[in-house]
T-cell receptor
Framework: SQQGEEDPQALSIQEGENATMNCSYKTSINNLQWYRQNSGRGLVHLILIRSNEREKHSGRLRVTLDTSKKSSSLLITASRAADTASYFCATVPYNTDKLIFGTGTRLQVFP | EAGVAQSPRYKIIEKRQSVAFWCNPISGHATLYWYQQILGQGPKLLIQFQNNGVVDDSQLPKDRFSAERLKGVDSTLKIQPAKLEDSAVYLC????????????FGQGTRLTVV
């Protein structure tokens, strides 16, 4: 079963614009991670945020976590054509060692 | 450092045949995962190993799927007999310790069942 659901399912933007995608999950978590998948490089880890953290940055990426709403968002600033990919949130449910993926958001960045 | 290796990259079989996939995780990684990813969906966890013990296999269709991780290193996933709905990409991943942090993925095996 999928723990997370991403929203929107698909997103199209122009280069230079910001992209925001959201993840909602069902149960308490240890941490939440974001991954990118494109045809060239497979699934790649982007960033991890722990359950006691509210915001984290890495380069052009900003992740927020609201455990009371069981939701997270990923913001990509100043997007590039190379950011075109599917983005997945993945959760580690509380008291488990499992890594459960959501449904994904397909991002298309036009030059 | 070498990444997660998977083979074969592609496989086409007829329904009711059997197939096996191989995965060699990153050296020293204790945790190994097998995921099934159907086109347009997120990866679905099939089985997770900690060293050579099974941590979770609740989503593994045990009537046809089996997996093993010999000596806590490489792993094989087998399907016997295959069904049309098994057509998917099978992804192997590994992570360093027992607490789940960053997982590293292989390129996957694309299985087509005809």
């Amino acid at each position: 079963s999928q723990q997370g659901e991403e929203d929107p399912q698909a997103l199209s933007i122009q280069e230079g614009e910001n992209a925001t995608m959201n993840c909602s999950y069902k149960t308490s978590i240890n941490n939440l991670q974001w991954y990118r998948q494109n045809s060239g490089r497979g699934l790649v880890h982007l960033i991890l945020i722990r359950s006691n953290e509210r915001e984290k940055h890495s380069g052009r990426l900003r992740v927020t976590l609201d455990t009371s709403k069981k939701s997270s968002s990923l913001l990509i600033t100043a997007s590039r054509a190379a950011d075109t990919a599917s983005y997945f949130c993945a959760t580690v449910p509380y008291n488990t060692d499992k890594l459960i993926f959501g449904t994904g958001t397909r991002l298309q960045v036009f030059p | 450092e070498a990444g997660v290796a998977q083979s074969p990259r592609y496989k086409i079989i007829e329904k009711r045949q059997s197939v096996a996939f191989w995965c060699n995780p990153i050296s020293g990684h204790a945790t190994l995962y097998w995921y099934q990813q159907i086109l347009g969906q997120g990866p679905k966890l099939l089985i997770q190993f900690q060293n050579n013990g099974v941590v979770d296999d609740s989503q593994l269709p045990k009537d046809r799927f089996s997996a093993e991780r010999l000596k806590g290193v490489d792993s094989t996933l087998k399907i016997q007999p295959a069904k049309l709905e098994d057509s998917a990409v099978y992804l192997c991943a590994s992570s360093l310790g027992q607490r789940v942090t960053e997982a590293f993925f292989g390129q996957g095996t694309r299985l087509t069942v005809v």
